[in-house]
């Protein structure tokens, strides 16, 4: 009995300090890569490539979705508004749920399942099957060649992926409260107008949004180089990715929330 | 594999769509051509009470907006609220203009009103507005209501 009980507390220790050690390693990682960013920064197309990959091959899926959540905003929002008597303040209600909340916290769950999983199988895999031993090989440091372009294609293409989301977002509530359930136009956006603040709500969005590419990008690339050189390794990492990411960006948001939007 | 040059043409588009979404965003959605970059100035009034009045709220004269409060403090000598406005220059009001706090709708937000007077002199930046109205508080309101009928009833009998 009590030697099973010490076994299941040095088991509980053991995760611990392997998280902990875990947690320390990818921030030293951080910090290597950040001393690395000159390279992908001066040879540029390096990391347009990156972009290609992780922003332009999302725009389908941030679009649509994008789309989407905003023509439900839409029809939710105009069935509860109605109640009220307030079917105008649709505009508000969309634009400012999408660009606070949903553009950048979706949209950054989106890319994390999308480009996140796709960087770190892609980074997995290269280690698995020894290109990077390969290349550290020929004098080239792999961290500066394949993985800050990467970080750096995705935290580029964020902000931007974001606000698409959020301006297909308010499209789609325009099509469904104006086009569809026919809200008066011209209180759908004075109000919108009058209600969205730039520094409040569109710049927050965006820092938001920045916040997320960063976190999101960094556990991909970190996964991917982290991975148990296998094929069931790879497999890990790349749920890993998408779990981990998708956590951290809902408890970021809450986090950010609580210091931007106090209710003033 | 792609050619490098339809890669940079994708990225291009992406890049400027990005850029056309955020601007969308700051324009279109919470316009920022408007009142931003206009010359304003600045005018204070003294209320009793603001009720729900916040700062960025509009300042409204003949129901057009004309300004935004920018400040809300609360003068401990004569225990009254002084809530400060940034008036767009082009518009210029009488020195006897007067200030009320009006509610948009039954349940709006609430705002400045501006009811110009006959002055010939405008009003100049950094004045101070002396004839005010406060906001309707519903409590108040129904505590009066109450009050009238209940001095009204014995009579009608």
């Known amino acids: 009995m009590i030697v099973k009980l010490g076994a299941v507390v040095s088991d509980v220790g053991a995760r611990v300090v392997n998280r902990v050690w875990r947690l320390g390693f990818a921030s030293r990682f951080f910090w290597t890569m950040l001393g690395h960013s000159g390279t992908a920064l001066r040879r540029f197309p390096l990391t347009l490539r990156e972009i290609y990959f992780a922003g332009v091959l999302s725009l389908i899926i941030i679009l ?7 023509m439900v905003l839409g029809l939710q929002g105009y069935d509860t508004l109605a109640r009220y008597g307030s079917a105008e303040a649709l505009g508000v209600l969309v634009a400012l749920s999408l660009v606070r909340e949903l ?21 997995g895999l290269m280690k698995a099957t020894e290109q990077l031993d390969a290349m550290e090989m020929m004098a080239v440091d792999p961290v500066a060649r394949v993985v800050a372009p990467r970080f750096w294609g995705g935290v580029l293409s964020m902000p931007l992926l974001a606000a698409l989301f959020s301006a297909m977002g308010i499209f789609g509530g325009y099509l469904v409260g104006v ?15 009058s209600a969205v603040d730039f520094r409040e709500d569109v710049v927050n969005g965006v820092i938001k949004s920045v916040v997320f590419g960063v976190a999101v990008t960094w556990i991909a690339v970190f996964e991917g180089y982290d991975a148990p050189p296998t094929a069931e390794g790879v497999s890990g990492a ?16 809450f986090v950010l929330t609580a210091l931007m939007f106090r209710g003033t | 594999m792609m050619t490098r040059k339809s890669l940079d043409f994708w990225v291009g588009v992406f890049v400027l769509m990005g850029i056309a979404a955020l601007l969308f965003l700051s324009l279109k959605v919470a316009n920022l051509s408007s009142f931003s970059n206009g010359a304003t100035y600045p005018i204070s009034a003294r ?9 960025r709220g509009a300042v409204k004269s003949a129901g057009v907006v004309v300004g935004r409060v920018t400040a809300i403090d609360f003068d401990n000598q004569s225990f009254e609220a002084r809530v400060t406005m940034a008036l767009d220059d082009r518009f210029r009001f009488p020195k006897d203009t007067a200030a009320k706090i009006l509610t948009s709708g039954l ?37 009066q209501f109450l009050y009238s009928k209940a001095a009204e009833a014995p009579g009608k009998k």
């Not at chain 2, 209320?47 to 700062?55: A, E, H, Q, R």
């Not at chain 2, 349940?107 to 002396?130: K, W």
Request: no cysteine.
């Open chain 1, 64 to 70: 649509v979705s994008g789309l989407f959540v905003g």
């Open chain 1, 103 to 123: 553009g950048p916290v979706v949209a950054a769950l989106l890319f994390a399942s999308r480009a996140g999983s796709a960087i770190t199988a892609e980074i």
């Open chain 2, 47 to 55: 209320f009793d009470n603001i009720g729900g009045l916040k700062v």
């Open chain 2, 107 to 143: 349940l709006g937000d609430q705002y400045v009103g501006l009811a110009p007077g006959g002055d010939t002199a405008n009003l100049q930046a950094g004045d101070t507005l002396t004839i005010t109205q406060s906001a309707v508080v519903l409590e108040n309101l129904i505590g």
């Open chain 1, 238 to 253: 790349t749920t890993r990715t998408v779990v981990t990411a998708s956590l951290a960006v809902l408890a970021l948001d």
């Open chain 1, 179 to 193: 086009v569809l359930i026919g809200v008066d136009a011209g209180s759908f956006w004075s109000q919108m107008q």
